[in-house]
Nanobody, 120 residues
Framework: VQLVESGGGLVQAGGSLRLSCAVSGSIFSIDDMAWYRQAPGKQRELVAVIRSDSPTNYADSVKGRFTISRDNAKNTFYLQMNSLKPEDTAVYYC???????????????WGQGTQVTVSS
């Protein structure tokens, strides 16, 4: 199982970016999908999560600006980031809880990370 992120980059404050995370490999089902971020010198923090039946939760710092979504047919999920601020600068990681077979428990899988830099 592999998670591959794309969509990071450099953007000015107030701009937008859309991150994607494509899940590939032998997969039976994907439960929760989430985005985390880690800024220099700080701990990794949860940004947003979307459950298998689509309820979502967001960190207070991104509510109203970021939107998480998923396309189950493509095994891909997204993070639309609007009104970006310099404090959103971080490496963003995607995370998914995946069953590789019906009889197997869920495993925790991570992407490699993508840099998002917001200039003031």
């Amino acid at each position: 199982v592999q998670l591959v992120e794309s969509g990071g980059g450099l953007v000015q404050a107030g701009g937008s970016l859309r991150l994607s995370c494509a899940v590939s490999g032998s997969i039976f089902s994907i439960d929760d999908m989430a985005w985390y971020r880690q800024a220099p010198g700080k701990q990794r923090e949860l940004v947003a999560v979307i459950r298998s039946d689509s309820p979502t939760n967001y960190a207070d710092s991104v509510k109203g600006r970021f939107t998480i979504s998923r396309d189950n047919a493509k095994n891909t999920f997204y993070l639309q980031m609007n009104s970006l601020k310099p404090e959103d600068t971080a490496v963003y990681y995607c995370n998914a809880e995946i069953r590789v077979a019906r009889w197997r428990g869920r495993g925790d899988y991570w992407g490699q990370g993508t840099q998002v830099t917001v200039s003031s």
